[in-house]
């Protein structure tokens, strides 16, 4: 049976999927996605990181970032 993205069970055949999506939208059923048990106060802390890396950063530095991660992206295309 198919499992959805946080490992809750779901309806493995198109039509049973379309119905449970329909109820859901109604308010006939709830949509119970449970925790990913992961600590929200490390998620948020986790969210600022890049942004305050960034922030931190001097234009050109990012530029260098910006560079290296573009050659090695279009390395691999060949």
Do not use: C, F, H
Request: hydrophobic letters at 30%; glycine letters at 8%; aromatic letters at 2%.
């Amino acid at each position: 049976m198919p499992k959805g993205p946080k490992g809750q069970k779901r309806p493995s055949d198109a039509i049973s999927r379309a119905v449970q999506i329909a109820q859901i939208a109604t308010g006939e059923i709830e949509d119970d996605v449970s925790d990913d048990g992961k600590d929200p106060a490390a998620k948020a802390l986790g969210a600022k990181g890049g942004r305050k890396r960034a922030e931190n950063m001097t234009p050109e530095r990012r530029k260098e970032i910006a560079q290296k991660a573009a050659q090695k992206r279009w390395a691999n295309k060949k």
